[in-house]
Each structure stands twice: as C-alpha cells, then as structure tokens.
Nanobody
Framework: VQLQASGGGLVQAGGSLRLSCTTS????????MAWFRQAPGKAREVVAS????????YYADSVKGRFTIARDNAKGTVTLQMNTLKPEDTAVYYC???????????????WGQGTLVTVSS
C-alpha cells in the first residue's frame, strides 16, 4: 500500500493550505483514512479522520471548525482543507489508512511519507 501526501508549505497565520493524499484506490476505498501530524518534540496526534463512505468524520478539538477532511474513492484521494491556520499547526502531516472501514480513532496501519506545514506568525 502506497500513500503519497502533498500540499505542505509555508503560510502566514490566518492563511489556508490544502493537503492531498493519493492512495491505491483498490486498497483504500474500503478503509477509514486519517491525517495525523507531529510537531517537533511532540507526539504524533490524529488531526482528522473519515470512514470509508465519507459519512462519518472525526476532528481533534484543536482543528474543529477550521479543517475539513474529504475523500474521493473513485480517484483514490483524501484531502485536508486547512483554514485559519495558526503557528501551533506547524508540523509534519501524514496521511494514514486504517485496518477497518469505520474505525476513526485507532488501528491505522499504513502511513505516507509526510508533508511539512509551517505557519509563520
């Protein structure tokens, strides 16, 4: 299973970025997907996740109302639209594929290589 994340970059606080994760359509369309992030010196945390049909989502409290996760199973893509970015959103963002179709919080078994998001104040 290959996951390819892209879209990171440098943005000023208050700005927006859209991350994209390209997956193998056959292997991901029946699995929940998520975006995680890891800031320097901090543990990796789940930012947002979405079930296989796109009918259920989860967001960390720190990003609720600012980030939106979506998926297109026909294209094999998962996106994370990030608005009103804050310096504390600075991290390496990873997309991940779950072992199960509807599990949003645990059992992520495949990971992309990460894309760096830097938010300047």
């Amino acid at each position: 299973v290959q996951l390819q994340a892209s879209g990171g970059g440098l943005v000023q606080a208050g700005g927006s970025l859209r991350l994209s994760c390209t997956t193998s359509r056959r292997t991901s369309s029946n699995n929940a997907m998520a975006w995680f992030r890891q800031a320097p010196g901090k543990a990796r945390e789940v930012v947002a996740s979405i079930n296989w049909r796109g009918s259920s989502t989860y967001y960390a409290d720190s990003v609720k109302g600012r980030f939106t996760i979506a998926r297109d199973n026909a294209k094999g893509t998962v996106t994370l639209q990030m608005n009103t970015l804050k310096p504390e959103d600075t991290a390496v963002y990873y997309c991940a594929q779950n072992k199960w179709p509807d599990n949003l919080r645990a059992d992520y078994i495949y990971w992309g290589q990460g894309t760096l998001v830097t938010v300047s104040s």
